[in-house]
Each structure stands twice: as C-alpha cells, then as structure tokens.
C-alpha cells in the first residue's frame, strides 16, 4: 500500500526513523553479490555473528542462530570473518 | 579564580569544568594542547570522560557521532587538516542533529604548509551546518566554549568555537574561570534528541533517503540552524546574567556617527579596537562591528546594523580565491543588496598564515574606506 508523503515538518528531527515497519519494508539485501552460508555442523553458537552483524541477519530462534535472513543480508561478510569455527562462508550470488 | 592561562589551556580547562561523557580526538598544531592537557584530567581522574584517543581526525569525529548519537555530551578539538579530513562527518554530525562541540584552533590550510592563524580551516566548512562562533579573546573562547554545549543541546545542532591559532592558542591572558559547580549548574544534564542505545525503544539512525526524503530531511535541518539565533541569544542572556559577561552576537564598538566601520571576525577585533581608539582620538569617526556568529549568518542583525553606515570595510582572515571578494564580504554584500540606499562596502583579506595584522594595518584600512575610494576588488592587506 502507497503511503502518503510526509512534509518536512512532520519528520523526525536528525532523520531517525522509529517506525521500524517502513524499515521493514526495505528489503536492503537486494544488492548482495555475495551470500554467507552457514553450516549448522560447524556452528558452536557462540553468536559473535550475531552482536557483529550490521544488519541484524542473523536469525535467531530460542537464543540459537538459525539462519540468515537473505532480505536484509547485504553479503558485507563480517559475520564470516569473525566467525571463528568457519561455520559461515561467502558464496558468488548467481544472477 | 582569575587565572593566567593561554587559549588552549583554557579552552582545556573549561572542558575538565565541562565534563563531557566522551572525548575523541587527534592531536593537531595549534589545537595540541587543548586535548593533550585535557588527557592529563582524564589521566588524573579530575573528569569522568571516556577518551577515545583515535588514529585520525575522521575517525575522531566519527567516534564523537556514534557517543553523542547515544545521547551523551561529547566534545573534541581540531584545526586545520585535521577539520580538513573531517569534513565528510561534519555534515553527517550536522545531519542527525548531534550537538557535539568542537574547538578549533585556526589554522590555514596546505599547500604551502603553514602552521599559523587564519580562518581557512572553520570557512571551509561554513556550510556543514555547523554552528561557529569566532572569538576575540582568551576569556571569549572560554566563555564561549561552555555556552556552546548548551546552545548546541538547546539547538540541536553541533557547533564550532574557533580560537585564532597561536595568536590565542598560545598567548596568554588574564582570565576569569567559573567555579565547577557554577558550571556544570548551568549546563544542566544533556536533554538528548535520542538514544541510540535505548533498546526498549528501538531506533534506526542515518537512514538512506532518496529523492522522497531526501530534501524534506534536509529542509528540517536548515530550519534547525535558522532558529539557532533565538537559542543563542537566549543563552548568551542567561551566562551573561549569571556571570556577568554578555558578549551580544554582533557587537557595534564605538559606532555611534560612524561613517566608516570595519566589520571583522576574531583576535582582529582587538587590534581593530586600538586602531579605532587612535583615529577617534584623532576625532576621525569610525567604529569596528564585531561579528562573533559566522554560521547561522546573522542576515537581519547585520543588515540592520551595518545600514546605519556610509562605508563599510569587510575583513576576511580566508580568501575564497576568486570569489567575488572574501567570503564573509560576499555573504555581506548580499545581506545589503536590497536596502535602497546601499552603504559603499569594500573587501579586505588579511593575516593569512598567521601574517601579522597590526593596529598600524588596521588604520590603512579605516583611512582608506574613509576616503572611499579602493581601484581593487579585493584588497591584500601587507603582502609584498
Ligand atoms: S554478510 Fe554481513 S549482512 Fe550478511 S549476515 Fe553476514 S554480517 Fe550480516
Ligand atoms: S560466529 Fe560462527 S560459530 Fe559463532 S554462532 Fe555464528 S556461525 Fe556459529
């Protein structure tokens, strides 16, 4: 659904946004040319990925990583790096 | 306590009065000392500062946006390449409306390099959005500094407080400080705009926006700094009141029938003050206009002042280098255009590179805008 403009009066001052839905909507991992992969054998939970994360990927469930939330993943490959089991490996996006 | 104490000692310690949550910073001449000497109250537990020695000025100010993005009251000092190589974060500091306060320590620019005072480095980012405030004396620049945390938490706007290098920075002066508590009574406990790390509720700061957002954003931001004056004035009011010493954000100095003025920015405006002392002494009639405020551009309080005078002469410590004048003439020239008998203004750069600016120097320059007649654009005041 269009949402209505808002004018500048109306705006939050020094551009912060609360309204985490519109933040939500923008699914910022559309630019990824990499993709971390996460391999559940190796992981030992440590959840470094997910404190270094910048953009909250990390799926968590019951304090464990479950995944990686691929609409939001912008493939930086941080949580590969610091990931000390080499549970998580950067992969080519195909096209 | 009246203390002697050079521009950075002092600007060092009416940050120790200050305390701000966080410092980060970089050392840079003539701004060393400031944080340097301030380290030493880190070091001896007289503050309760987080310092963030970093490894370069931009991430110093970068480490400034992430602290005061969490609502705590942050400070730092630069100069020159220093403020050169922040300039990306000026404006992203600006942007989200962190009033983080900054001292500068004038300094022109390289190439060739140049440690001395000018104003190069501060009118180069005069259009960042932050506040800057240029001071005429060691007591001004401590003044100012702890007027500025508060002016810029009230205004929501991050803010400059330039001390020409070394003419300031290093000389010394008689100086009246404040009590500690007097202080930080006046400055109250930070009133954030937001927090960061507020989890409970959750916040996403510096956002991408397009071209949707984009200009609305930034529309918000210019109304922040257009009403920055009342928030200035207001304070100023208010320090003056408890401590007695008012500096107004433009000061007329012996003005009254003035038909010949000097418009001027920093340590200048003593040296203009003997100058203008001599000639009346001499019943020549000229006053000096002292602008203590470059950003916001007092446009109205200039215009109102400066229509009183026939001949105006305008001093710039910067040049703008092919510009039509200097650049604070430039802006003053505009501020009078639409008057309906405009006064004749003449444009004058002075003191780059720290070159001295004599009252013998300021005199050419009444005796000339006296005359009214100037063949130059831009006249440099005691190049060869
Ligand atoms: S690649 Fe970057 S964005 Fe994606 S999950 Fe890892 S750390 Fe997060
Ligand atoms: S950093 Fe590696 S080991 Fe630790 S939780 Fe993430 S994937 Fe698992």
């Known amino acids: ?95 | 306590m009246i203390l002697a104490k050079t521009g950075n000692e002092a600007l060092a310690y009416a940050m120790k009065q200050i305390n701000p949550d966080v410092v980060a910073a970089y050392p840079i001449t003539p701004s060393t000392e400031i944080v340097q000497l301030f380290s030493n109250y880190v070091a001896d537990g007289e503050v309760d500062t987080e310092f963030v020695p970093v490894e370069s000025e931009h991430s110093a100010m970068t480490a400034c946006i992430g602290a005061a993005a969490c609502g705590r009251r942050v400070m730092t000092a630069t100069a020159s390449q220093g403020l050169a190589l922040m300039h990306e974060m000026l404006f992203i500091a600006a942007g989200l409306r962190l009033p983080i306060v900054m001292a500068v320590a004038s300094r022109s620019l390289s190439s060739p390099l140049n440690i001395h005072g000018d104003h190069s480095d501060s009118v180069a980012s005069r259009d960042s959005g932050w506040l800057q405030f240029f001071c005429e004396t060691v007591q001004e620049g401590y003044d100012t500094l702890i007027m500025a945390v508060k002016i810029a938490e009230r205004a929501y706007l991050p803010a400059i407080v330039a001390i020409d290098g070394f003419i300031l920075s290093h000389c010394q002066e008689r100086i009246e400080t404040l009590e500690d508590r007097a202080v930080r009574e006046f400055l109250g406990q930070p009133k954030p705009n937001y927090n960061l790390l507020d989890w409970r509720n959750p916040i996403l700061v510096g956002p991408a926006t397009l071209q949707d957002y984009y200009f609305e954003f930034k529309r918000s931001e210019i109304e922040g700094m257009r009403r920055a004056l009342p928030v200035i004035e207001e304070v100023q009011q208010e320090f003056g009141q408890r401590f007695g010493r008012y500096y107004p954000v433009l000061e007329e100095y012996r003005c009254e029938d003035a038909e010949a003025v000097l418009v001027v920015m920093g340590s200048a405006c003593g040296t203009c003050r003997v100058a203008v002392d001599q000639l009346r002494a001499e019943g020549r009639k000229v006053g000096l206009v002292k602008l203590r405020v470059f950003r916001p551009l007092v446009h109205n309080l200039l215009r109102t002042s400066l229509a009183k005078f026939p001949k105006i002469g305008v001093m710039d410590r910067v040049d703008a280098v092919n510009s039509y004048g200097g650049p604070l003439f430039t802006e003053i020239t505009s501020v009078l255009y639409d008057l309906p008998e405009r006064p004749k203004v003449f444009s004058y750069v002075y003191g780059l590179g720290g070159r001295e600016f004599s009252p013998e120097d300021a005199r050419m320059v009444y005796e000339q805008v006296l005359s009214g007649k100037k063949d130059e654009l831009v006249t440099y005041v005691g190049v060869r």
């Open chain 1, 1 to 95: 659904m269009a949402r209505k403009l808002k004018g500048w009066q109306e705006l939050p001052c020094g551009a912060i946004i609360s309204d985490l839905q519109a933040v939500k909507e923008n699914k910022t991992g559309a630019w990824r040319s990499l993709r971390p992969v996460w391999n559940n054998e190796k992981c030992r939970q440590c959840l470094l990925c997910w404190i270094y994360c910048p953009d909250s990927a990390i799926l968590i469930q019951d304090g464990k990583v479950v995944g990686i939330d691929y609409d939001y993943c912008k493939g930086c490959g941080i949580c590969a790096g610091i990931c000390p089991a080499k549970a998580i490996e950067m992969e080519k996006e195909k096209k």
